[in-house]
């Protein structure tokens, strides 16, 4: 059975960083595409970015602000994933969800504000 345990929310002021963390097990992480999605209040979830097996990166379409912004990576030698956040912004207020080919974390608040 998959189980994604993540970690890292929390509340920072505009500007600021955060690194969530999304640890796997029940699964060869190593194989496996990972990602992030995010859900912000009364929007739907949209994602954030995915990294193939192989490292390749997809951002979401939408928004290079995040692009610009966010970072993510894999540790398969520990089978977790990170996202780093750097210069917050108040629109990126949201629960943000780790993915993990078909299976979902329990998400992570992430609020910006002053």
């Known amino acids: 059975q998959v189980q994604l345990v993540e970690s890292g929310g929390g509340s920072v002021q505009p500007g600021g960083s955060l690194t969530l963390s999304c640890s796997a097990s029940?699964?060869?992480?190593?194989?496996?595409?990972v990602g992030w999605y995010r859900r912000a209040p009364g929007k739907q979830r949209e994602l954030v970015a995915i990294?193939?097996?192989?490292?390749?990166?997809?951002?979401?379409d939408y928004s290079d602000s995040m692009k610009d912004r966010f970072t993510i990576s894999r540790d398969n030698a520990k089978d977790t994933t990170y996202l780093q956040m750097n210069n917050l912004k108040v629109e990126d207020t949201a629960t943000y969800y780790c993915?993990?080919?078909?299976?979902w974390g329990q998400g992570t608040q992430v609020t910006v504000a002053s």
């Open positions: 029940g699964i060869v992480f190593s194989l496996v595409d």
């Open positions: 993915w993990v080919t078909g299976h």
């Open positions: 990294m193939g097996h192989s490292g390749t990166v997809k951002f979401s």
